[in-house]
């Protein structure tokens, strides 16, 4: 087997001076047969790393190599990072990097270094050609993985047959837990809730939230609420569930989790009074702001929880907003809700799928009961999906220095070029709305200025777009 290792470049001498001699020394030790394939655009156009990646794995396939590694100029392997034949899906290499303290970027981070077979490059047609200057290439790419079944996809293991759901039309919708003398100040102690619900974004309302959005405003969609200083769980319009509280010094507090529309989630909030924590947790799973799934958490709060007395709990809806607040109602199901009055452990959290905890519950969702409007009951199958990540293989990298090219301050370091690709991901790519078979290694088009041999291992093609 015989590995093309394809790089994209552009005035990086003094990376190139450094990968070429560490990365072949690395694999030669490995016992791994490879050639390296330098993509070099020469033109003045904005730099295409997608474009000059699929060029370099054209000219590896074509010279015999069964497989590549879709490699950054500045990532520099550190001992033990395997670069095998990746047999059943592609891999992600670069999980461990010195830039992030030896973390991820973030959760679904596919970019540095990644292991593709032959096959697999004709099945995602490799990246798309239509990214300039910095940043989206290596997401879409991962979100051409996911469309043909080469992501680690896992849901949870208790599927819910013929379950009955609350359906919320984002136009009137909303519903009521009936009063309950158990629910008087709950929230300024310790209290879990627990709630299985299924959302959508609201376009025709409030445009999806960007990074690069300059005039779209932020807003949370209402999930479960108790109104005043509201108190609840929302999914908002930058593809977030969240949480937001609050204390009695009327101090707000706000931690959130990455998910994408459309997925059953099963969400849950601890309050651990006596440590004054909050704790967020997605199907079991507590948010790993390490990982760039989500925000801190646990969360250290300050003071006391603040009381709500005995307010009503609202569903898909909150009083707080006004008729023609366009975030008043939320559109999606929700098919449970459930109440403690005490701290779940994250034992007992990870397992609520399976066994539900009869000590201190006070409320248990059901839906005869409710106080409704405009809501439809629904039965079918509910499957509960994991969060959407690469197949990876532990890997340790060091990040040699450079320029950052990406989210600077909150904002994108290139401005309007990011931002441009971040619509195109977003709400063409994962919307469906783009063919990647139309785009992609198959369509690159290209004018080949000439190659220069750097080492019997390495070798730069030099071309135009």
């Known amino acids: 087997m015989k590995l093309g290792v394809c790089v994209p470049y552009r005035n990086r001498e003094e990376h190139l001076n450094i990968f070429v001699p560490r990365v072949g020394k690395h694999l030669k030790e490995q016992g791994i047969d ?22 370099a794995a054209k000219h590896a396939f074509e010279e015999g190599c069964d497989y590549i590694v879709w490699h950054d100029i500045d990532m520099i392997p550190e001992k033990g990072v395997d670069y095998s034949f990746p047999e059943k899906a592609p891999i992600h290499l670069a999980t461990q990097i010195s830039q992030m303290e030896y973390g991820l970027k973030y959760h679904e ?20 050609n239509d990214y300039w200057d910095w940043g989206m290439e290596d997401d879409d790419l991962f979100w051409r993985c996911h469309l043909e079944g080469l992501t680690n996809d896992t849901y949870l293991d208790v599927p819910f047959k013929k379950k009955s759901y609350l359906s919320f039309d984002g136009e009137s919708s ?21 709630i299985l619900c299924r959302a959508y974004q609201q376009p025709d309302k409030i445009p999806v939230h960007l990074i690069g959005s300059k005039d779209t405003p932020f807003v949370e969609f209402p999930i479960l609420r108790i109104p005043g200083y509201d108190y609840g769980i929302s999914f908002n319009n930058s593809r977030a569930l969240t949480l937001q509280y609050w204390n009695n010094f009327n101090q707000h507090n706000y931690m959130w989790l990455k998910r994408y529309e459309g997925q059953w989630s099963w969400v849950t909030v601890v309050f651990d009074n006596k440590n004054k924590l909050s704790h967020f947790y997605l199907n079991g799973t ?37 008729e023609n607040d366009p975030a008043k109602f939320f559109k999606g199901d929700i098919a449970d809700v459930k109440i403690w ?31 409704k409007y405009d809501t439809q009951e629904v039965i079918e199958d509910v499957v509960i999906p994991n969060s959407i990540i690469p197949h990876r293989r ?67 093609i030099n071309i135009k777009l």
């Open 109 to 128: 981070y596919f970019g540095g270094a990644v292991l593709f077979s032959k096959e697999q490059v004709e099945k995602t047609n490799g990246y798309s």
């Open 286 to 322: 507590e948010v790993d702001s390490k990982a760039g799934h989500g925000s801190e958490s646990p969360w250290n709060y300050s003071g006391k929880l603040k009381s709500y007395g005995l307010k009503r709990i609202y569903l898909g809806s909150t009083p707080s907003y006004g």
């Open 394 to 460: 532990l890997g340790k990298f060091e990040c040699l220095p450079h320029k950052d090219e990406g989210l600077i301050n909150g904002k994108w370091a290139k401005g309007e070029t990011t931002a441009r690709n971040e619509r195109r991901y977003v709400l063409e790519m994962q919307k469906g709305e783009w063919n990647y078979k139309n785009d992609g290694i198959k369509q690159v088009k290209y004018e080949l200025v000439g190659e220069e041999i750097l080492t019997p291992w390495a070798k730069m």
């Open 34 to 55: 490879f050639q390296m394939y330098f993509c070099h655009q020469v033109d003045d156009k904005l730099f295409n790393r997608g474009a000059t990646k699929n060029i």
């Open 341 to 371: 009055n005490r701290a779940l452990s994250p034992e007992e959290v990870s397992c609520l799928h399976r066994e539900i905890p009869t000590n201190g519950l006070i409320y248990k969702y059901d839906i005869s009961m409710l106080e």
């Open 174 to 194: 909303w519903a009521r837990i009936p009063n309950n003398r158990n629910f008087k100040n709950f929230t300024s102690t310790s209290h879990t809730i627990s």
